[in-house]
Nanobody, 122 residues
Framework: QVQLVESGGGLVQAGGSLRLSCVAS????????MGWFRQAPGKEREFVAA????????DYADSVKGRFTISRDNVKNAVYLQMNSLRPEDTAVYYC???????????????WGQGTQVTVSS
């Protein structure tokens, strides 16, 4: 059974930084692309960032480009999201996800974590 466990969320002031982590188990981690999505209250889940199996290519939502960085460690079965220059509009529950290929679409991912709350105060 696949498990994705996120950590690192919290409350931060605007302009601050957080680093989210997600550890995977139950599948061969290096066989899968990994992604981060987020969902704010009353809104649909939206793409944030994703990275291919080898870690050589990544993609970002326009709203986070230049501020967020996704990375992975295939030895530790972990994916990370470094978030800098945080804004109040980044407030959401952030979800780690695993799928067969890099995609910006929710339906292209097979497995999801429970999410971690990120709150950015102004």
């Amino acid at each position: 059974q696949v498990q994705l466990v996120e950590s690192g969320g919290g409350l931060v002031q605007a302009g601050g930084s957080l680093r989210l982590s997600c550890v995977a188990s139950g599948r061969t981690f290096s066989f899968y692309a990994m992604g981060w999505f987020r969902q704010a209250p009353g809104k649909e889940r939206e793409f944030v960032a994703a990275i291919i199996r080898s870690g050589g290519t990544s993609d970002y939502a326009d709203s986070v480009k230049g501020r967020f960085t996704i990375s992975r460690d295939n030895v530790k079965n972990a994916v990370y999201l470094q978030m800098n220059s945080l804004r109040p509009e980044d407030t959401a529950v952030y979800y780690c996800t695993m799928g067969p290929r890099l995609s910006t679409t929710v339906s292209n991912y097979n497995y999801w974590g429970q999410g971690t709350q990120v709150t950015v105060s102004s």
